[in-house]
Nanobody
Framework: QLRLVESGGGLVQPGGSLRLSCAAS????????IGWFRQAPGKEREGVSC????????VYADTVKGRFTISRDNAKNTVYLQMNSLKPADTTVYYC??????????????????WGQGTQVTVSS
């Protein structure tokens, strides 16, 4: 059974930082591309970032480029999203997702196959 569990969300002031973690179990984590998505109420889901299985390839949405950094530790079956210079517009639920097909490069405009339950990020003073 595929399982993705996010953690690290919370309340932070504008300009602050958070690091989200996505712990995976039940599948071959080290050959899967992993991504982060977010969806605010009433808005379409947005692909935030993704990382290839090897970690050599990363993609970022324009809205987070230069502020967020995705990384992974295959020994710990975990993907991280370091979020710096957070803005109120970043407030929403963040979801970790995995693609089952093995691809050399990831893409946040491709529909993932598995999802975590989400973690809330709130940026407010």
């Amino acid at each position: 059974q595929l399982r993705l569990v996010e953690s690290g969300g919370g309340l932070v002031q504008p300009g602050g930082s958070l690091r989200l973690s996505c712990a995976a179990s039940g599948f071959f984590f080290n050959i899967r591309n992993i991504g982060w998505f977010r969806q605010a109420p009433g808005k379409e889901r947005e692909g935030v970032s993704c990382i290839s299985a090897s970690g050599d390839s990363t993609v970022y949405a324009d809205t987070v480029k230069g502020r967020f950094t995705i990384s992974r530790d295959n020994a710990k079956n975990t993907v991280y999203l370091q979020m710096n210079s957070l803005k109120p517009a970043d407030t929403t639920v963040y979801y970790c997702a995995a693609w089952w097909s093995v691809q050399a490069m990831c893409a946040i405009d491709r529909q993932p196959n598995s999802w975590g339950q989400g973690t809330q990020v709130t940026v407010s003073s």
